[in-house]
């Protein structure tokens, strides 16, 4: 799981700088552990501290790339993924005015 957090942000820091527009990323067991989420402290039950990863999605969307992270959790409500968001979502909120230039999405749907 180390080795794909490493390569997950080397790939974001590079396509800062490359001109890209969208970028998608894979939520669970990739840019966090399976059912968990971005937490900026890590204090919430079953979070870990995502605070590096929630800076570099922030460069990329003040640089205005799009951003979409891709889940396998299915639901037609935004409640889950809110909730593994949450430590991105509140960020953006924080900054107010601050509003990133690019797109932020959450794409999930479970095919079983």
């Given at each position: 799981r180390e080795v794909r957090n490493i390569?997950?942000?080397?790939?974001?820091?590079?396509?800062?700088?490359?001109?890209?527009?969208l970028i998608t990323l894979d939520g669970d067991g990739t840019l966090y552990p399976d059912r968990h989420g971005l937490a900026e402290d890590g204090a919430e039950d079953g979070e870990?501290?995502?605070?590096?990863?929630?800076?570099?999605?922030e460069q990329l969307l003040q640089a205005g790339v799009s951003v979409a992270l891709v889940?396998?959790?299915?639901?037609?409500?935004?409640?889950p993924f809110e909730k593994r968001l949450m430590g991105l979502l509140k960020r953006l909120q924080e900054k107010g005015a601050a509003r990133p230039v690019g797109q932020?999405?959450?794409?999930?749907g479970q095919c079983n």
């Open positions: 390569v997950n942000l080397a790939q974001i820091y590079a396509s800062a700088t490359a001109g890209v527009k870990y501290n995502a605070r590096g990863l929630i800076d570099a999605l889940t396998a959790v299915g639901d037609p409500s935004p409640e932020l999405y959450a794409v999930g």
